[in-house]
């Protein structure tokens, strides 16, 4: 199966050599950003790069970019299963073709009730695509698992990160699990902040059910709230022990309106 970009020149520039220079922009330079660390999962936003760029640029320069990465993302267009896996073939991408790691899709497949190889979620989704180029710009060799998820209850994003966990346990190096989520969505910068701190606050905690909690409780509008519960989940299995806010930002950071913003984190979990 062959996925053809969705989005390139709508959230991120199409043309490789453009790309390309974006992304030097929006990651941190080697003599600023310190040394790199093994993460088990990162938590990155997924809107247009002039938007949000900058975070995810930094959460990716802080951290190794293992061989292959699992991504997880929200399904934003209703398509598909509601939770779906994209399980073999190639994603075509600007800076160049990304495999699909086969072997794990079906490693994770058998080991999950809930997950189904659906190639039909991901045709239109852009939240897991606009992870892949930074993916691509410090590993341009990088195999990818990508994964849509709809709506779920606790006990199932239970069941899903547990069967990732299962099939990550043991590998070495280990996958990276790429959690795509913005945080509030078009409320004041002051109320986006305040909501976006309560959901953060549980992930630096590593509480994924609190999560989910908190994010019904308080109406926060985090769309990847499933994936982060899910990265949570699998990462605790895998010995997470600590997770670190490495950046915040709102899109009111860069066109200057602030009555309605979206937030953006940019998290690690190691």
């Given at each position: 199966?062959?996925?053809?970009?969705?989005?390139?020149?709508?959230?991120?520039?199409?043309?490789p050599e453009?790309?390309?220079?974006?992304?030097?922009?929006l990651?941190?330079?080697?003599?600023?950003?310190?040394?790199?660390?093994?993460?088990?999962?990162i938590?990155?936003p997924?809107?247009?790069?002039?938007?949000?760029?900058?975070?995810?640029?930094?959460?990716?320069?802080?951290?190794?970019i293992?061989?292959?990465?699992?991504?997880?993302?929200?399904?934003?267009?209703?398509?598909?299963?509601?939770?779906?896996?994209?399980?073999?073939?190639?994603?075509?991408?600007?800076?160049?073709?990304v495999?699909?790691d086969?072997?794990?899709?079906?490693?994770?497949?058998s080991?999950?009730?809930?997950?189904v190889?659906?190639?039909?979620?991901?045709?239109?989704?852009h939240?897991l695509e606009?992870?892949?180029?930074f993916l691509?710009?410090?590993n341009?060799?990088i195999a990818?698992v990508?994964?849509c998820?709809g709506?779920l209850?606790y006990s199932?994003c239970?069941?899903i990160?547990l069967?990732?966990?299962?099939?990550l346990?043991?590998?070495?190096?280990?996958?990276?699990?790429v959690?795509?989520?913005?945080?509030?969505?078009?409320?004041?910068?002051k109320?986006?902040?305040?909501?976006?701190?309560a959901?953060?606050?549980?992930?630096?905690k590593?509480?994924?059910e609190?999560?989910?909690s908190?994010?019904g409780?308080e109406?926060?509008?985090?769309?990847?709230v499933?994936p982060?519960?899910?990265?949570?989940?699998?990462a605790l299995?895998?010995?997470?022990k600590?997770?670190e806010?490495v950046a915040?930002?709102?899109?009111?950071?860069?066109?200057?309106?602030?009555?309605k913003?979206?937030?953006?984190?940019?998290?690690?979990?190691?």
């Open positions: 199966m062959i996925r053809n970009p969705a989005v390139a020149d709508l959230f991120y520039p199409g043309k453009v790309l390309t220079r974006e992304l030097k922009t990651v941190e330079p080697a003599d600023k950003k310190g040394e790199k660390e093994p993460a088990l999962g938590v990155a997924h809107a247009g790069y002039v938007y949000s760029g900058r975070v995810a640029g930094q959460v990716y320069s802080r951290i190794e293992p061989p292959t990465a699992v991504i997880l993302g929200p399904n934003h267009t209703g398509q598909g299963d509601q939770a779906a896996l994209f399980a073999e073939g190639e994603w075509r991408m600007p800076l160049g073709s495999r699909i086969r072997e794990l899709a079906q490693k994770i497949l080991y999950s009730r809930l997950l190889p659906d190639p039909r979620a991901h045709q239109r989704e939240s606009v992870q892949v180029p691509q710009y410090f341009p060799g990818i990508p994964i998820l709506w209850d199932e239970q069941e990160g069967a990732l966990a299962r099939a346990e043991g590998l070495e190096p280990r996958p990276l699990i959690a795509s989520s913005d945080m509030t969505h078009y409320e004041s910068q109320s986006a902040e305040k909501k976006d701190r959901a953060i606050n549980k992930i630096l590593l509480d994924p609190g999560l989910l908190v994010v409780k109406d926060i509008s985090m769309c990847g499933i982060t519960a899910v990265m949570l989940i699998a299995a895998l010995g997470a600590k997770a806010l915040y930002a709102t899109s009111g950071d860069v066109s200057g309106d602030y009555a913003v979206v937030g953006y984190a940019g998290i690690k979990v190691t």
